[in-house]
């Protein structure tokens, strides 16, 4: 598709199971980005790569949070025995370049996660 | 500590009247500032940028404006539409490869026909 694509919509699931949540980016974009969005609040950002070098994973909120992008274009952000506070909107973004070059980031339409 | 505010958390305007969105910076390093909308249920989608070197970017009915010495930005719609409504982010960004966008809390734009 033309726009950055993100499966599933919505998850819901229980206190302490693992959820996998998937980012298809705009083909040929090296850079994506993962963001947190709890309600009344603007995104946060998680992890950003670069192909499939994960440059910066600063703002992932503890280690229950993993992401990758093996082959440097689909990514997964998995979380492991989830907790109610991980309850919120999982947007991905990808840009065209390695550098920023004012280059806008796109973003998908997010992933609503609940935890039960 | 917020580094991108804005202050208004709601704006009501008429129809074919002017829109003004704040948005207001700490961090003097930020190079690259972003207007998003969002309509609920869907991701932010990007409307406009603007570059530390101007003061003024401009596309179609949106122009931002960018006051550095004072920390400060803003959109401005004119005329504004109903289909505008929505919630608009501001966005900043670091003079670096693979920076983060830094979001404002929001304000949602309600446009009365």
């Known amino acids: 598709g033309a726009g950055v694509s993100q499966s599933p919509r919505y998850k819901v699931a229980k206190r302490g199971q693992d959820v996998a949540l998937r980012c298809d980016p705009i083909s040929g974009h090296v850079s994506l980005f993962w963001y947190q969005q709890a309600l009344g609040q603007g995104p946060e950002f998680l992890t950003y790569?670069?192909?499939?070098?994960?440059?910066?994973k600063s703002g992932l909120p503890s280690d229950r949070f993993f992401a990758e992008r093996p082959e440097g274009s689909v990514s997964t952000l998995k979380i492991q025995r989830t907790q109610q506070e991980d309850s919120a909107v999982y947007l991905c973004?990808?840009?065209?370049?390695?550098?920023?070059?004012?280059?806008?980031?796109?973003f998908g339409d997010g992933t609503r996660l609940s935890i039960l | 500590d917020q580094q991108v505010k804005q202050n208004s958390p709601s704006l009501s305007v008429q129809e074919g009247r002017i829109s003004i969105l704040n948005c207001d910076y700490t961090?003097?390093?930020?190079?690259?500032f972003l207007w998003y909308k969002k309509y609920p249920a869907e991701g932010p989608t990007f409307l406009i940028s603007?570059?530390?070197?101007?003061d003024k970017n401009e596309d179609g009915r949106f122009t931002v404006f960018l006051n550095k010495s004072a920390k400060h930005l803003s959109l401005h719609i004119v005329p504004s539409q109903p289909g505008d409504s929505a919630v608009y982010f501001c966005?900043?960004?670091?003079?670096?490869?693979?920076?983060?966008?830094?979001f404002g809390k929001g304000t949602t734009l309600s446009v009365s026909s």
């Open positions: 790569f670069q192909n499939e070098a994960q440059l910066d």
């Open positions: 961090n003097s390093m930020f190079d690259y």
């Open positions: 966005a900043a960004s670091l003079p670096r490869a693979g920076t983060a966008l830094i």
């Open positions: 603007i570059s530390s070197i101007k």
């Open positions: 973004a990808s840009s065209l370049y390695r550098d920023r070059n004012n280059q806008p980031q796109h």
